[in-house]
C-alpha cells in the first residue's frame, strides 16, 4: 500500500493560529499532535500535545515535581489564561521538530522506516509541494495489523 492511499485528512494549524484553539483541538479531538503550516500551506513542523502541556507546567515545577503537590487546584483552572493571546509559533520549541514527509508512492514500510527513525507519530504525505494528508502512527498500525 502506498502512503497516498494510508493518508488521512488532519487537522493542520497555521504558526500564527491561536495558541489556546490548537490547544483545543489537541484535547477534543485527542491527537498527538498538530500539524503546523506555514503562511503558504505548506507542512514545516509539530506541535506535539506534550509540548502544549509542558508550556502550562511552570518550569519551578518541571524542575521540582514535588512542588506539584503543593499548588492548589485554581491552578488548573488558570491553564486557559496562560495560552490566551499567545500564538502557535510561541508554543513551539526552541528548535522545533521537523515534519517528516514522505512522498505518495511511498510504501507502508518506507513510511514506518522514517517514523522509526525520527520518532514522530505523524508524516506528511507530500505530492511534489501539496500536502495530501497525514499517516499518524496509529493509521500505520491499524493498517499493519489488518489482515489482508
Do not use: W
Not at 19 to 26: G, Q, S, V, Y
Not at 33 to 51: K, M, W, Y
Not at 78 to 91: F, M, Y
Amino acid at each position: 500500500m502506498h502512503a497516498d492511499k494510508m493518508a488521512e485528512e488532519y487537522p493542520v494549524v497555521d504558526s500564527d493560529s491561536d495558541a489556546l484553539d490548537a490547544a483545543r483541538l489537541l484535547a477534543e479531538h485527542r491527537l498527538p499532535g498538530l500539524v503546523v503550516t506555514d503562511r503558504s500551506g505548506c507542512p514545516q513542523s509539530i506541535l506535539p500535545a506534550s509540548q502544549v502541556v509542558q508550556f502550562l507546567v511552570p518550569s519551578y515545577v518541571q524542575d521540582d515535581p514535588s512542588l506539584a503537590g503543593v499548588l492548589d487546584e485554581s491552578m488548573a483552572d488558570r491553564v486557559a489564561d496562560k495560552l490566551a493571546g499567545k500564538t502557535v509559533r510561541s508554543l513551539l520549541p526552541r528548535e522545533p521538530a521537523e515534519l517528516p514527509r514522505v512522498n505518495a508512492d511511498d510504501t507502508i514500510i518506507e513510511v514506518a522506516a522514517i517514523m522509526a527513525r525520527l520518532r514522530c507519530p505523524l508524516v506528511a504525505v507530500m505530492d511534489g509541494k501539496t500536502l495530501l494528508g497525514v499517516i499518524s502512527a496509529s493509521r500505520l498500525l491499524q493498517l499493519a495489523l489488518t489482515p489482508h
